[in-house]
């Protein structure tokens, strides 16, 4: 890894953990305004206030989200996407360059591949021209990995999940970011396939509890996870700050799920 991108990565990366928390801002371009994202510099003023290390949007809502006020947090800027009005919303473009994200700010990139979707190869040759210019610019690179096609029944299946964490890894991607597959033991063999990358998971549709997103924290740390990857789970939640201390608590601090609830009622 060169100089520049690990430079980079302790920004977004906790440097005595090693563990990360972002907070994906960027479902305005799929889903329009949506609960918790009406006002982005608010937003990212609650996740950095209650210690996030990172948030993630598309490059046009960078300017709304800086806050010229408030904690620090890093930022990084998403170069894929497509609307929920597509004829196909799994298949994702290029909406946005490395380079301009770097002349914007940002400490890394991602971009999202649906492994077992139609347009999977176009996908994946996007992902090789980013990769190689994420190398030139020594910006880390965040690859958004889901199992989603015709083929897959189940996104969270360990088998299909497998493939697609090693798939971001085989791409050269810095941090990889998935489903958790619901079980320990499943996504322990998934992480250890792959350990020379930090593997962060994502949150999915919001759950129904805390202390179910709180055990899924500390099953996936456990499972070998350096991190989470949430969105509509905090910031549509009744506390963002709080909720994002909690998270940092068990990443960070090592607390059990029930130390942490007793610290913070919900």
């Known amino acids: 890894m060169s100089l ?3 430079i980079r990565m302790e920004r977004i990366f906790d440097r005595k953990s090693k563990k ?30 209650g210690g996030a290390s990172a948030v993630l949007m598309h490059s046009g809502m960078v300017g709304a989200g800086h806050r010229q006020y408030g904690k620090d947090i890093g930022l990084i800027i998403h ?10 919303p799994n298949r994702k473009v290029l909406v946005c360059s490395v380079e301009r994200a770097l002349k914007m700010g940002a ?17 994946l040759q996007d992902a090789q021209k980013i990769v190689e210019s994420t190398r030139e ?36 991607a810095d ?6 597959t619901g079980d320990i033991d499943s996504f322990r063999k998934i992480t250890k396939g792959v350990k020379h990358i930090p593997i962060v ?3 999915g549709p919001k759950m129904d509890t805390v202390p179910d997103l709180l055990q899924m924290v500390s099953d996936s740390v456990e499972a070998g996870c350096s991190g989470v990857a949430f969105g509509r789970n905090v910031f549509q939640s009744e506390d963002p700050t709080k909720l994002v201390q ?19 009622k919900f």
Request: net charge negative; proline share 5%; aromatic share 4%.
């Open 4 to 6: 520049g991108k690990k």
């Open 20 to 49: 990360t928390i972002i907070i994906p801002m960027d479902h305005g371009l799929t889903m329009g305004t949506i609960q918790g994202l009406e006002d982005l510099a608010a937003m990212v003023d609650k996740v950095a206030l």
């Open 79 to 88: 170069l894929s996407g497509a609307t929920s009005l597509s004829p196909d």
């Open 107 to 123: 400490d890394a990139v991602s971009i999202h591949i649906n492994i077992g979707a139609d347009d999977e190869p176009e996908m």
């Open 137 to 172: 610019w020594g910006v880390p690179l965040i690859a958004m990995m889901y199992p989603r096609g015709k083929k897959i029944t189940d996104e969270n299946d360990p088998s299909v999940v497998n493939i697609a964490v090693r798939a971001g890894a085989e791409l050269g």
């Open 175 to 180: 941090i990889v970011k998935t489903n958790y």
């Open 201 to 203: 998971i994502a949150g």
């Open 246 to 264: 909690s998270i940092s608590k068990i990443l960070h601090d090592n607390y059990s799920v029930d130390d942490v609830l007793k610290d913070f």
